[in-house]
């Protein structure tokens, strides 16, 4: 007889065994993986607060200006009574001005005007200026996965133990020089924070969080399978849980007929001729805005377990997804010209922890005529194929597959470096291998 898997109650245990070691365990440092959509962000604020109500300040580290934010905003939701400093920089723009209306929160660019607060946070090249403080007996690294090894050891003195929350599939932290000279070394600057912590500390606690709540069921086990080999999850939502659908029938286009497919098992793939164009390929970014301008105009709607009547999918719930920023500017330069406004059109590195009803990819792959390392980056395609809830919809020209049998990793390996599995080559041929099921050919 086979148990029957409730979400609820993994999720539940998962979170419960990791804050007992937060708050009552000896380890100086506790890693957590998370998938995409799996709760880090509610796993960080509910541990700041549960320490802060145990008598222990503590200090919170993210990676950009716009998470620390979102933060301080989770934080004050929770516990308007919770004294939250924000530590910024002397910019004359440091932080988001709904921060002024929280009466809770302390806001300095000087880390001696927030002490003796309960939590303080902010990012990790702020912390690395902070000099001469009483080190905080607990700390949190969020998204600790896009954190650079060499910004960890700018504020490793600050505290004394630390939680470490991140997503392993993502993008790996950014260098703008090239790291080669370190590669296989253990104090490998340019390595995310966690694996070298566990490269020193192979002894620390792992947990993982098991469920992801914004990936629907259609959508779990290829981002699983395909990203997460060694730290598999599963969809919150069951089969028929989640439902989209359109107020207009299908014209019969290419565009209409992807976005029926979509809607219908959460992916579709509009296939355009084999071609190899410049990388701001105006037939497909034509495409992608076309798919946007039909999903709107059809008046989506989307059934889910956050509400008891469908909601619309609006502009504001989708986004599209690209490799480079000058695909995005093309992009947001057609959908000007077909009248759409507020849709999010970014790269997969700016759409990273966000979550939308329905995504909208430009292949990383499409048109070229090689794949190079930036292209098959595991991280870039994860993230592009994990904002949603409802459906993704992918934009390609044909000969992707045929790409990359032509072009195998020729990467150097080296020694000492951890292997990254599954790398991009193969994440790519798994993803595509399931969008091939539903592909929907269109000669514009």
């Not at 080190?135 to 050891?153: C, F, K, N, T």
């Not at 939502?237 to 992807?258: C, E, I, N, Q, Y």
């Not at 966000?354 to 990819?361: A, I, L, P, S």
């Amino acid at each position: 007889m086979s148990t029957v898997f409730d979400p609820g109650a993994e999720a539940a245990r998962a979170t419960g065994a990791i804050l007992d070691d937060t708050l009552h365990g000896s380890s100086r440092g506790i890693v957590v993986d998370s998938p995409p959509g799996a709760g880090k962000s509610t796993l960080v604020v509910r541990a700041a607060l549960e320490l802060a109500a145990a008598g222990h300040p503590l200090m919170v580290i993210a990676q950009t200006n716009a998470q620390v934010d979102d933060l301080v905003v989770r934080l004050a939701e929770k516990d308007p009574e919770l004294p939250v400093g924000r530590l910024h920089s002397s910019d004359s723009d440091p932080y988001d001005k709904v921060l002024d209306g929280l009466a809770n929160v302390t806001k300095s660019a000087k880390a001696a005007d927030l002490a003796g607060l309960d939590v303080v946070i902010s990012t990790a090249a702020k912390w690395a200026h902070v000099k001469n403080v009483e080190p905080w007996g607990h700390a949190i690294v969020d998204e600790a996965y896009q954190m650079r090894s060499d910004a960890l050891l700018a504020v490793a003195g600050l505290f004394e133990r630390a939680l470490f929350v991140g997503d392993p599939g993502q993008l790996d932290p950014f260098s703008i020089v090239g790291a080669d000279q370190w590669a296989g070394l253990s104090y490998d600057p340019s390595a995310s924070a966690v694996s070298t912590l566990l490269a020193h500390n192979p002894e620390l606690p792992q947990h993982r969080l098991p469920v992801s709540w914004r990936l629907p069921a259609s959508a779990a086990p290829l981002v699983s399978d395909a990203f997460y080999p060694y730290t598999p999850f599963r969809s919150g939502t069951d089969h028929g849980d989640r439902k989209l659908s359109f107020g207009v029938a299908s014209d019969g286009s290419g565009p209409d007929r992807v976005l029926d497919e979509a809607a219908e098992s959460g992916w579709g793939l509009l296939e355009l001729p084999a071609r190899h164009t410049p990388r701001t390929d105006p037939e497909a970014v034509r495409a992608v805005a076309l798919v946007v301008r039909r999903l709107l105009d059809r008046g989506g709607v989307a059934t889910s377990e956050r509400a008891d009547e469908p909601v619309p999918v609006t502009a504001d719930r989708v986004a599209v997804g690209t490799a480079h920023r000058d695909q995005a500017a093309a992009v947001r330069a057609a959908l000007a010209e077909l009248g759409v406004t507020g849709v999010a059109v970014d790269t997969a590195n700016r759409l990273q922890g966000r979550e939308f009803d329905v995504t909208v990819v430009l292949h990383p792959l499409s048109g070229r005529p090689d794949a190079t390392a930036f292209h098959l980056e595991t991280g870039r395609l994860c993230v592009l194929a994990s904002r949603h809830r409802h459906a993704c919809v992918v934009v390609c020209r044909e000969g992707v597959a045929d790409l990359l049998d032509e072009h195998p990793s020729t990467e150097p390996v080296q020694l000492g470096v951890t292997v990254k599995f599954p790398d991009g080559w193969e994440a790519n041929h798994a993803v595509l291998a399931h969008l091939a099921e539903h592909r929907v050919r269109w000669r514009p």
